[in-house]
């Protein structure tokens, strides 16, 4: 019950009354204060479990509550904005006069975004994606503020200090020590070709190749000898016993791990494609369940058919669903868990349509491209075309290809020679060059390692991949 009392019995002092408070940052907060304020340097947290790297840096993994409070790492000071907003209001307790920008900024090493201010740029130039650099406080501020603000990336010096005339002799380009090792090693990693094996696919049996594996262990041996054969990543739809394709979360991951037992060192990546029939739900849920390094994501609906080549009779006649939604989900989810997309072309519509989902800014860079040549409803592979799609791929890409039966193997061999890297395996043809019945997956990455040094290009280790594709190791 309410009490009313009269106001004449209040007794009544205007008046203002000063409440002074310290703020607390906490253990993780204040080392996070301390090493930017006195080192100049910018600090995550990064899950063991996970390898997402926060910042600012957080007590618990969001994804598996990982204690991480004490794994700490450094985080580049510059990075791309990917979002913001224009603040055109004043306020004493803002840190600038409007009207000013507050960004939202990935920085590179991070997988999240920090907030703070973008300064040096007319709000109205500001871009989602633009490039920009933290300029740091000259004086200490014990705060967030000793990152004075974000501003645009200034582009890097050029290597010559002084244009000399053409014809005159002068002296030769300036170049720093940094500088030549950084064009040493991108010179060095340009001839490296990715070498990978697609062990199964969803549809090849034993009674066409008996290497074909079914079993986790049948996987992880074939892996193995893929590795040794020069292979840096396999592609992986997981079987029963019977050969069937599976969705069962167990039977993938005992697949996956098995792999990765026997050949710690090699990449897999698993199929989001799985096998007919399966839902949405069934392909992407068993990505995040075992959170591989890579998934493939495939691009548009097409008809997806077993025909004779010959007769033109058909077999099996499918449809791959692959809506803008699954395409958006997919992504979206593959991304969030640290899984990095391969994504499958089959045609150029494919492509468009990444680049329309791509606008939505969850893509991170370098993106990864597979083609894919021969499919029953795809492109048949032909160079011209081949070179449209290599042309029409955004900046910071990587591109590899495969092609299904005969088309195997010219494919892959032009995409070593334009640049790309290459994709073989009992997945796509069960024969070598030769038209013999291939010994197993390793067998074809043996001719695969072949044409690329009658190429001039070297196999990656998967190390090397990883670095090329943007990969973290689990």
Known sequence: MALDYDRKDCFIVEGKLALPYSYFAGRVGSTFITTLRDKKKIMGVKCPVCNKVYLPPRQTCERDLTDIRDNWVEVQPAGEVVN?????????????????????????????????????????????????????????????????????????????????????????????????????????????????????????????????????????EEAYKCYKAGAAMVHVHAREDNGMPTHDHKRIKDTHDAIKEKCPDIIVNLSSAVGMGKTPEQRISQIVYVKPEMASLNTNTMNFSIIDRKTGKIFIDFVFENTFTMLQDFGKAMEENGVKPEVEVYDLGGLDNWFLIAKQGFFTKPYNFNFVWGVAGGMAFRPDMFMVLKNALPEDSNF????????????????????????????????IPTGELAKGSWEQVEWAVRIAESLGREPATPDEAREIMGLRKR
């Open 84 to 220: 913001f907003t224009v603040v055109r209001y004043d306020d004493k307790h803002l840190p600038r006069k409007a009207p000013f920008v507050m960004a939202l900024i990935k920085l590179d090493g991070a997988d999240t975004p920090i907030v703070h201010i973008l300064d040096g740029i007319a709000p109205e130039e500001v871009k989602i994606g633009m490039k920009v650099e933290a300029v740091f406080s000259s004086s200490p501020t014990n705060t967030i503020l000793d990152i004075a603000h974000f501003a645009p990336k200034k582009p890097e010096k050029a290597f010559v200090s002084e244009r000399t005339p053409a014809g005159a002799k002068g002296e030769e380009p300036v170049i720093s020590q940094e500088e030549k090792l950084l064009k040493e090693r991108r010179k060095a990693m340009s001839k490296k070709v990715i070498i990978t094996a697609a062990l199964a696919g969803a549809a090849t049996m034993k009674n066409q190749n008996p290497s074909v594996p079914y079993t986790p262990q049948e996987f992880a």
């Open 400 to 431: 590899t290809t495969c092609g299904v039966g005969i088309e195997q193997f010219p494919a892959v061999t032009m995409s070593c020679l334009v640049g790309g890297h290459m994709r073989v395996g009992l997945e796509d043809n069960i024969r």
